[in-house]
C-alpha cells in the first residue's frame, strides 16, 4: 500500500535526469540534414551542401594553440566554395550526440577530415539547426581543429 509514493519517486527522478532528446524521429531527421551536408561536402557538390543549409549562417572554427587559440568565422557560402575549389576531401563522424527540443536541434560528434586521402585533422564538430517552414536546417556549424589525431580512425 505504501508502495506507490515510492515508486512515484523513483519515476519522477528517473524522469528528471533523462537527457533532453527527440522522442520521435526528430534525432533520426536531424541527422539526415547534417548526412546530406557530409555527402555534399565529400562529392564536391556545394549545391548539395546549401539544400540543407539556412540562409545567412555561419561557419565558426578553432585551432587550439600553446599561444592562444585561433577563431575563424566564415559565411557558410564562403565554407562551401572553398571546399568544392580546392581538392579531394573526406569527412566522416561518429557517435553523435542530438537534442532536439521544439524547433531547435544540436548535433555534437568527433570527426576526422581528410585531404587527398591523407589525415589533415581531427575534432569536435558542432551543428545547429532550426525547423524553418517544416524542415530541419542548419543555422551555424563550429568545429575544433586538432592536428593530433588519435590512431586507428
Known amino acids: 500500500m505504501h508502495r506507490w509514493p515510492a515508486l512515484l519517486g523513483i519515476a ?7 537527457p533532453v532528446s527527440a522522442q520521435d524521429s526528430s534525432n533520426a531527421d536531424v541527422l539526415a540534414v547534417v548526412d546530406t551536408f557530409f555527402e555534399g561536402l565529400n562529392t564536391a557538390d556545394a549545391v548539395l551542401m546549401n539544400s540543407v543549409v539556412a540562409e545567412g549562417s555561419l561557419v565558426t572554427f578553432v585551432v587550439e594553440s600553446d599561444d592562444r587559440p585561433d577563431l575563424r568565422v566564415r559565411t557558410m557560402e564562403q565554407a562551401t566554395e572553398g571546399l568544392v575549389d580546392g581538392g579531394n576531401y573526406y569527412e566522416e563522424y ?12 544540436v548535433v555534437w560528434a568527433p570527426y576526422l577530415f581528410d585531404v587527398d586521402g591523407k589525415r589533415s585533422h581531427c575534432g569536435i564538430d558542432v551543428f545547429n539547426l532550426l525547423r524553418l517552414e517544416g524542415e530541419w536546417k542548419i543555422t551555424a556549424i563550429q568545429y575544433s581543429v586538432d592536428e593530433g589525431c588519435p590512431a586507428g580512425r
Open 12 to 18: 519522477a527522478s528517473l524522469a528528471i535526469a533523462a
Open 94 to 105: 561518429w557517435e553523435p550526440t542530438v537534442l532536439v527540443k521544439g524547433p531547435i536541434a
